[in-house]
Each structure stands twice: as structure tokens, then as C-alpha cells.
């Protein structure tokens, strides 16, 4: 393995000095309640206010020091950012039962849209492809088994013209 400097590359390190208001939410045992943009501008992560349980999305561009919450991410998890960074991926759900939501909004958390909906399913995990012209993601049934075989889907960038790939387990 070859270090950051011999690739070519250079490694950043910042604080992520949170209001007291905030918490980074324990919303799975992995790290995907954080996601760093391409370019390095901004860090997505899966928070919530101290004093209650709802998740959402908060950015914080890595030339400024403030957190910011995202409007309209209530409940969400797993932010990703395209190949470009110029956009933002995260699904949210409302409960068991309830489904989920898939959306895509700019990198800046504005601008979000509906790309993947599922009143049955739980979509989990939605990432670009390398050159940002696909989306895969996970989808399992929105129900109290543990365990259960997912399905592993693909769809255009944008979330369209969806197509199931085979179980993921």
C-alpha cells in the first residue's frame, strides 16, 4: 500500500466542533451517517438535536466553522455526494411501515427532489457510480424481521427507470 503522499494526494484534517445543541446520531454501527464531498467543501452528517430523537442531515463547508441543519431531512440517514460534488444523496423513512423516500438535492442541501420512493420498502444506501450516470441502492421489506434478504436495484442518476439486480445479502 502506498502512502497518501506518494499517490499524489494530500491528506486535510478539520475539527467538527458541533453547537451544543447538536449530537452526530448513533443510526448504525458503520460510518455512513458522514460523507465528505469530492472537491472537500463540504461534510454531510446524520445528526440530531440533543434534546430529542429525530435525525437529519447537517453540513458544514470546510471554510466556514457552522453546522447547519438541513431543511426537509427529518428522519433521514446515509448522505452520499456525487463523483462531481455538486449533488447530495439521502433516504429517510417515518417509521416501520411507513416506507421511504430517496432524495437528491444540491450539494449545499437546497433544491432537494424526490428520486426513489417506496410506501412498502426501506431504500437504504443509494450511491452514484464513479462517472455519476447510475444510482445503486439497497432495498428490503419495511418490517419487524431481523435479518431479511435485501435486493440490490440500479436506476439512472437521477433515479429513474429503476432495475433490480438480484438479492443482497
Known amino acids: 500500500a502506498r502512502t497518501a503522499a506518494e499517490a499524489g494526494t494530500t491528506l486535510g484534517r478539520f475539527a467538527l466542533v458541533l453547537p451544543d445543541s447538536v ?39 470546510a471554510d466556514e466553522s457552522t453546522v447547519t441543519r438541513v431543511r426537509g431531512t427529518e428522519g433521514a440517514a446515509g448522505p452520499a455526494f456525487s463523483p462531481d460534488g455538486k449533488q447530495m444523496i439521502f433516504s429517510l423513512t417515518y417509521g416501520l411501515g411507513y416506507g421511504s423516500q430517496t432524495w437528491i438535492a444540491d450539494a449545499d442541501g437546497q433544491n432537494a427532489r424526490l428520486a426513489l420512493e417506496d410506501p412498502q420498502s426501506i431504500i437504504a444506501f443509494a450511491r452514484w457510480s464513479p462517472l455519476g450516470d447510475r444510482l445503486a441502492y439497497l432495498r428490503m421489506a419495511d418490517n419487524n424481521i431481523p435479518f431479511t434478504v435485501g435486493e440490490l436495484w440500479l436506476a439512472d442518476g437521477d433515479g429513474n427507470d429503476s432495475k433490480l439486480v438480484g438479492p443482497a445479502d
Open 23 to 61: 449530537v452526530v446520531a448513533n443510526v448504525d454501527r458503520n460510518l455512513n451517517r458522514f460523507a465528505i464531498a469530492p472537491d472537500g467543501r463540504y461534510l454531510a452528517f446524520v445528526g440530531r438535536a440533543r434534546d430529542g430523537r429525530t435525525t437529519s442531515i447537517y453540513l458544514r463547508r
